[in-house]
């Protein structure tokens, strides 16, 4: 089963490093234009986290909850790994970043070992699905399928350039939201909007008004909703997943309404 998961997460993650450029968020280093040489050092990486999460659990069975659960989120700021997937699939990176804090909350509320262990588990399975995920981006990168990581962003020129923009903020909005960075997963939701969308929409309502003012409710109301009121990850991206479903149906109006064009002319 965890195979067929890993496989279904390695799928996705190839059809969204097709689709645009990753974008790094802070430092980074130079290992994550060259995966493929650094997936040893990735792999006894995750190992590592694995072992010092079990250790951090296994003190709290024993002693309780006098436990430093910071070192959680230490441990994985530590590793080269957390940049090399941040950069190249941000949906698993938001869900390792849930899995953190799922142990670590559970920790902090004193939760019976049982519910730590389950947490651990979810944390765990994220982990080796993100070194999937990154053995499969350095096949890419290999064959240069994929273009080199950005450590500045760069203006999206077209409308659907834009809208595949929009779909990678995000897919961040989820991470940071993921890494209990509430303000800044705010602030890149109105930001996304105001320097991507109003940029795009005289050409959407155009040829789909009703589209147009959904996404521009998901944008002010129901997804600054869903992290205001702390709904969770879980909610979180399941607004953003319906949000970028309806980008992808402007997506495809704007190149049809382009093509249209060109025939006529």
Request: negative net charge; proline residues 2%; charged residues 25%.
């Amino acid at each position: 089963m965890k195979k067929f998961t890993a496989l279904l997460v390695a799928s996705a993650m190839a059809l969204s490093l097709l689709a645009g450029q990753a974008l790094a968020n802070g430092e980074i280093g130079d290992h994550v234009n060259n995966l493929h040489d650094h997936l040893k050092e990735y792999s006894e990486e995750v190992h590592w986290l694995v072992g010092k999460y079990d250790s951090v659990v296994n003190e709290y069975e024993a002693k309780g909850k006098d436990v430093n659960s910071d070192a959680l989120i230490e441990f994985w700021e530590e590793v080269a790994f957390h940049s090399a997937i941040e950069t190249q699939y941000v949906p698993i990176y938001a869900t390792i970043w849930q899995g953190i804090y799922g142990v670590k909350m559970a920790i902090d509320d004193g939760a019976d070992i049982a519910v730590v262990r389950q947490e651990q588990d979810k944390l765990n399975q994220a982990l080796w699905q993100a070194l999937g995920a990154v053995k499969l981006a350095s096949q890419y990168q290999k064959k240069g399928l994929i273009a080199a990581v950005q450590t500045t962003e760069k203006e999206p020129t077209t409308a659907p350039e834009v809208l595949e923009d929009i779909k990678l903020r995000l897919d961040r909005v989820v991470a940071k939201y993921a890494e209990q960075l509430t303000e800044v997963a705010t602030t890149l939701v109105h930001d996304t909007y105001l320097q991507r969308f109003e940029g795009v929409e005289g050409a959407l309502i155009a040829v789909n008004a009703d589209l147009v003012e959904d996404l521009e409710k998901d944008f002010n109301v129901t997804l600054p909703q869903a992290i205001s009121q702390d709904k969770g990850v879980d909610a979180v991206r399941s607004v953003v997943e319906s949000m970028q479903e309806k980008i992808d149906v402007a997506k495809a109006l704007l190149e049809a309404a382009e093509q249209q064009r060109r025939d006529v002319f």
